[in-house]
C-alpha cells in the first residue's frame, strides 16, 4: 500500500496548503501530490488524504521557508497560496521541492512551469491587493467606526491589512470580504486581527451611516463628476483600469 | 472680479476641482513614510490610485485651486482674467476638513494644491502655506501634499512650503520663451525658472539629511554627493538645518502676526525638503514647437533642475480663442502626440536613451505609426539582431517589446540555462515586436529578414490598431506605454 500515490487535499488557506504540503513531504515526494478539496475531480488509482489545517505544522513550513530559502521567497509563496488559482497548491509544492534544491535563486528561475506559475499567482494576488489599498472605501457608521466590504478574487485581506493599521493608526476600523466571510478588525493604536467566519448580516448590522458620512459621500462623488476632462472622455479606459468588479462598494463610481 | 461668498462647500468643491482638472498630474508617488505615531496617514512610494475619472485618468489626489480667481490672463487658461465665470475660494479650514475626511475614507492619497493668482504672487503663497503648515501641524496629516509654487512668489515662501510639502511642482506651461510671451503675457521664463532653481537647491541643501527611517535612502541621495559627507559634516549640516528650520517657523510668526500660523509648534513639518521632489508641466500643441525641441526640453529640466517628472498636457482649446489651434468638436486634441511625448521620456529616464538618439533637427518629430522604440531601433538594424543569452543588461533594454521587468527576469534566468523563445513568453517578452530583432541560441524565432521595409511592415500591423485606439480615444482600450507592463503597476499609469 505505502507504494501507492497519494493526494493530500486540504482546505483553501495557507494553513491548510502548508500542512498539507508538510505530510505530502512526509510520504514521500516521488509519489504525492497535493490539492485543495474543492478540486472536485477524483482520478482512479490513487488515494487521496483529507489534511486538517494545522497551525503548529503550517508555522513549522512557514519557517523552513524563511530559513533556508529567504523571505522573499517565503512572501511570494505565501501571497501564491492566498490567490484564487485553483492549482495552487499543487504549483507551490512543486515550488518548494525545486526551491529547496536550488536555493533562493529559485524564484529567477522563471522559465521553469512550476516557479513561473507561482510567481505569477503571487504578482496576481499581489496587483489585485494593490489595486485595492486604492478601491477600499470607508464609511463611517453612527459609532465612528470605519468599514468596508471589497468582494476580491483573490483571499487580499490579510495582503492589505498592514498598510491600513499603519495609514489610520488612530482610527477603529474593519475590512471585510464579504465572499470569504473574513475581516480584518483594527482597534486604534493596536495591531489589526483577522477574523474568519463574520457573516455578511454581521457586517450589514454595523453599517449604519453617521450624519457626515452622506455629506462626504455627495462631496466625493462632485469631485469625481468635475475632474473629468470631456474632451479626453475615455469611459474604456476607465474600465480597463477600474472594472466593475472593483466598484460593488464605491457608491461614487458605479 | 468679484468671489462669492454665499456658497456652499459643494459648490467650491465643484467649481474649484473643475478648474483645476487641467492640471496633468496626479501622482502620489515618490516618498515612502510611516505614520509618525502622532497622526492620520503616510505615504507609499510606489503611488496608489483610488479612482479612475471617465476620461481614464487615475485619481489620488484631492485636486483643487485655493482659489479660481485670477489676476493674470493666460490664454490658454479657463480661469484668466478676461473669463466671465463664477469664481469661489476656499479657506483653509475648508481644505484642510475635505482633506482630511476624504483621506480616512480611503478617497485619495492627499492633497494637490494649486491657485490662480488672487491679489499678488506672494499673497498667494502666503495663502497656500497657511493650508498646508495648518493641514499637517493642527490636523496631524501624514498623507501625500503636492503644492505648486507660484511663480513670481517671493524665495521665503518657496523654502518654506517645501518643508510641508511632499512635492513642489512649477509649471513651465510652455516650452519655450517666445510661446510662454505670446500666450501668458504676465509670466515670463525667468518667472518660472527662479523658483524651480530655488526648489533644486533646498533639495540637495537640506536632501542629504536622512533622519530615522529615511536612512535607508543614502545610496538614492548619494547622488548629490550627501552619502559621501562625513559623519561630521552630516552632524553639521543637521544642526544648520534645524536652526535654519526654526528661523522659517520663526517667518510664519512674521507673515501672519498672531495668526492661524502661531500653532505651528515642532510637529508637522518633513524631516527633508520636499522628499518626493519636484516636477513641471508643459503644453503641448498650442504652440509650434517641434517634438524634437520639447523632448530637448524636457531633458534639459531633467539634467539641469534635477526634476523627477516632466508632465506633457495636449493642449485643449478650453476658451475657443481664435488665436490658438482651432477644435471643433472637441476634435484635435493631440492625444497621439502627447502618447508619444511620454514614451519618449520614459525611454530618456529608464531606458538610457538620449534625445539626439531619437529625434534631430532632420527629423524633428515621432513617427505617427511607429512607437519611438521600434522606430529607433529600424533605424539601427546595424546593432541587430541581439542574442538573448548574451546581450548586457542595457542591449536587452534597447529591443523593442522588452521592457525593465522582462530585461531583468532574462538576464536572471539565463544564469539557470540557455533560454528560448518559449521561455521569453514566460518572461513576459512581447515576440511580436521583439522576433525581428533577437537570437535565441543564434536562431531567429521565423525566417525573418533584418531589413528595414520588411520589419516596418511587419510592426505598423502591430502599433495600427494602438494607434487608431489612441486616436479615436472612445474606444481606446489600454493606456499602457509599452508592453513591459507586467508586475509593474507604476508603468500603467501615465498621469501618475
Ligand atoms: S496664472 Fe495663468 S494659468 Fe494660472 S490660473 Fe491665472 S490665468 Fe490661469
Given at each position: ?14 494553513d491548510?496548503?502548508?500542512t ?11 509519489r ?29 513550513v ?13 512572501n ?42 507561482v ?36 483571499n ?17 476600523w ?9 475581516a ?14 463574520i ?14 458620512e ?7 462623488s ?33 | ?10 459648490q ?56 479660481n480667481?485670477?489676476?493674470?490672463d ?26 482630511m ?17 488672487i ?26 501634499i ?52 530655488r526648489?533644486q537647491?533646498?533639495i ?55 495668526g ?16 518626493a521632489?519636484?516636477?513641471?508641466q ?6 509650434e514647437?517641434?517634438d ?39 476634435e ?31 527629423k ?50 539565463r ?55 489612441i ?15 507586467i508586475?509593474?503597476?507604476?508603468l ?5
Amino acid at each position: 500500500m505505502a507504494e501507492e500515490r497519494m493526494i493530500f487535499r486540504c482546505e483553501d488557506s495557507v494553513d491548510g496548503i502548508f500542512t498539507a504540503i508538510y505530510k505530502a513531504w512526509e510520504y514521500g515526494t516521488s509519489r504525492s501530490s497535493v490539492e485543495l478539496n474543492i478540486c472536485a475531480t477524483m482520478r482512479l488509482f490513487v488515494q487521496y488524504a483529507d489534511v486538517e489545517a494545522d497551525y503548529g505544522i503550517a508555522l513549522k513550513v512557514a519557517d523552513t521557508i524563511r530559513n533556508r530559502l529567504s523571505e522573499e521567497v517565503y512572501n511570494i509563496v505565501w501571497r501564491a497560496a492566498l490567490s484564487d488559482c485553483a492549482d495552487k497548491a499543487e504549483h507551490i509544492y512543486r515550488f518548494l521541492r525545486k526551491g529547496f534544491r536550488m536555493g533562493a535563486s529559485v524564484i529567477d528561475y522563471r522559465q521553469d512551469e512550476d516557479v513561473n506559475a507561482v510567481c505569477r499567482m503571487s504578482e496576481y494576488a499581489g496587483r489585485e491587493a494593490h489595486k485595492y489599498t486604492g478601491f477600499v472605501r470607508f464609511e463611517e457608521n453612527v459609532n465612528g467606526v470605519l468599514v468596508a466590504r471589497i468582494a476580491p478574487k483573490n483571499n487580499i485581506v490579510p495582503l492589505i491589512a498592514d498598510h491600513f493599521a499603519d495609514r489610520f493608526r488612530q482610527e477603529n476600523w474593519i475590512i471585510a470580504d464579504v465572499n470569504r466571510g473574513c475581516a480584518a478588525i483594527h482597534r486604534a493604536y493596536m495591531e489589526p486581527v483577522i477574523m474568519m467566519g463574520i457573516s455578511g448580516d454581521s457586517i450589514a448590522a454595523r453599517t449604519t451611516e453617521s450624519a457626515d458620512e452622506t455629506e462626504f459621500k455627495k462631496l466625493w462623488s462632485s469631485f469625481l463628476n468635475s475632474v473629468s476632462i470631456e474632451e479626453r472622455r475615455n469611459r474604456r479606459q476607465q474600465m480597463t483600469m477600474m472594472p466593475l468588479r472593483y466598484r460593488t462598494f464605491m457608491s461614487a463610481e458605479q | 472680479m468679484v468671489i462669492q461668498e454665499q456658497l456652499s462647500l459643494q459648490q467650491k468643491l465643484e467649481i474649484l476641482s473643475d478648474a483645476a482638472k487641467y492640471d496633468v498630474a496626479c501622482t502620489s508617488s515618490g516618498v515612502d513614510r510611516r505614520n509618525n505615531g502622532m497622526g492620520i496617514g503616510n505615504a507609499a512610494a510606489c503611488g496608489i490610485c483610488h479612482s479612475f475619472s471617465s476620461d481614464g485618468r487615475c485619481i489620488s489626489l484631492l485636486k483643487i485651486l485655493l482659489t479660481n480667481e485670477c489676476i493674470y490672463d493666460c490664454r490658454y487658461c479657463i480661469n484668466r482674467s478676461s473669463n466671465d465665470v463664477v469664481r469661489a475660494a476656499f479657506t483653509p479650514e475648508e481644505i484642510c476638513t475635505l482633506t482630511m475626511q476624504f483621506y480616512r475614507r480611503n478617497y485619495i492619497e492627499g492633497l494637490f494644491l494649486s491657485s490662480g493668482i488672487i491679489g499678488s504672487p506672494d499673497n498667494t503663497m502666503r495663502l497656500m502655506c497657511e493650508t498646508v503648515i495648518m493641514l499637517r501641524s493642527r490636523y496631524n496629516f501624514g498623507g501625500y501634499i503636492h503644492l505648486k509654487g507660484i511663480p513670481g512668489a517671493s524665495q521665503d515662501y518657496i523654502d518654506l512650503a517645501g518643508w510641508y510639502a511632499d512635492r513642489m511642482s512649477v509649471n513651465l506651461e510652455l516650452p519655450t520663451a517666445d510661446g510662454l510671451k505670446q500666450l501668458a503675457p504676465h509670466k515670463s521664463r525667468k518667472k518660472i525658472l527662479t523658483p524651480m532653481r530655488r526648489i533644486q537647491k533646498q533639495i540637495i541643501a537640506n536632501g542629504n539629511i536622512l533622519l530615522g527611517e529615511d536612512s535607508a535612502h543614502y545610496g538614492k541621495t548619494s547622488l548629490y554627493g550627501g552619502a559621501e559627507a562625513s559623519a561630521d559634516v552630516r552632524a553639521e549640516m543637521s544642526d544648520s538645518i534645524l536652526s535654519e528650520h526654526g528661523g522659517m517657523l520663526h517667518n510664519i510668526n512674521d507673515i501672519s502676526p498672531g495668526g492661524a500660523l502661531s500653532v505651528v509648534k515642532g510637529r508637522g513639518a518633513n524631516t527633508r525638503y520636499a522628499p518626493a521632489g519636484q516636477s513641471t508641466q508643459m503644453i503641448i500643441g498650442a504652440t509650434e514647437e517641434s517634438d524634437y525641441h520639447i523632448v530637448t526640453v524636457a531633458e534639459a529640466l531633467y539634467q539641469k533642475f534635477d526634476l523627477k517628472r516632466v508632465f506633457y498636457s495636449a493642449f485643449i482649446n478650453v476658451n475657443h480663442d481664435s488665436s490658438l489651434p482651432a477644435q471643433h468638436d472637441g476634435e484635435g486634441v493631440p492625444l497621439l502626440r502627447e502618447h508619444r511625448l511620454y514614451q519618449a521620456d520614459w525611454l530618456m529616464r529608464y531606458y538610457g536613451f538620449k534625445s539626439y538618439e531619437l529625434l534631430s533637427e532632420q527629423k524633428p518629430n515621432f513617427n505617427v505609426l511607429l512607437d519611438p522604440k521600434c522606430d529607433w531601433a529600424i533605424s539601427h538594424l546595424e546593432l541587430f539582431p541581439v542574442e538573448i543569452n548574451r546581450a548586457d543588461y542595457y542591449t536587452l533594454l534597447r529591443v523593442p517589446g522588452i521592457g525593465v521587468t522582462s530585461a531583468r527576469r532574462i538576464v536572471k534566468a539565463r544564469r539557470c540555462a540557455i533560454l528560448g523563445f518559449d521561455d521569453l513568453k514566460k518572461m513576459g517578452v512581447v515576440l511580436k515586436r521583439a522576433l525581428y530583432f533577437i537570437t535565441c541560441n543564434g536562431r531567429m524565432m521565423y525566417n525573418t529578414r533584418i531589413d528595414e521595409d520588411y520589419i516596418t511592415n511587419g510592426l505598423i500591423g502591430v502599433e495600427k490598431l494602438n494607434n487608431y485606439q489612441i486616436e479615436h480615444h472612445h474606444s481606446y482600450r489600454q493606456l499602457s506605454l509599452f508592453d513591459d507592463t507586467i508586475g509593474d503597476v507604476k508603468l500603467w499609469q501615465k498621469n501618475a
